[in-house]
Nanobody, 123 residues
Framework: QVQLEESGGGLVQPGGSLRLSCATS????????IGWFRQAPGKEREGVSC????????YYADSVKGRFSISRDNAKNLVYLQMNSLKPEDTAVYYC????????????????WGQGTQVTVSS
């Protein structure tokens, strides 16, 4: 059974950093694509960063390029989203998701989701 659980969210000041973790079970994370998404109040869920298992590339949304990075610890079945230089507009619930071969970094491309963790960037 595929399961994902996010942690690491919280309140941080603008310019600060957070590292989100996604604990995975029921599948080999190195065989599956992993995506980080976020949803702010009143907005659609958007893809922040997604891995591509076919060519090894990593997608980052323009709004987070140079500030966020995704990484894995396959031995621990963990996937991370390191978030630096955080801005108030990064405030959202962040989700990790997985699927074997998603067609892109968008919500409908992924079938398996965690419950989300709140990130609030405010002074």
């Amino acid at each position: 059974q595929v399961q994902l659980e996010e942690s690491g969210g919280g309140l941080v000041q603008p310019g600060g950093s957070l590292r989100l973790s996604c604990a995975t079970s029921g599948f080999r994370p190195d065989y599956y694509a992993i995506g980080w998404f976020r949803q702010a109040p009143g907005k659609e869920r958007e893809g922040v960063s997604c891995t591509n298992t076919l060519n090894g590339s990593i997608y980052y949304a323009d709004s987070v390029k140079g500030r966020f990075s995704i990484s894995r610890d396959n031995a621990k079945n963990l996937v991370y989203l390191q978030m630096n230089s955080l801005k108030p507009e990064d405030t959202a619930v962040y989700y990790c998701a997985t699927d074997v071969y998603p067609l892109g970094c968008y919500e409908k491309a992924f079938d398996y989701w965690g419950q989300g963790t709140q990130v609030t960037v405010s002074s």
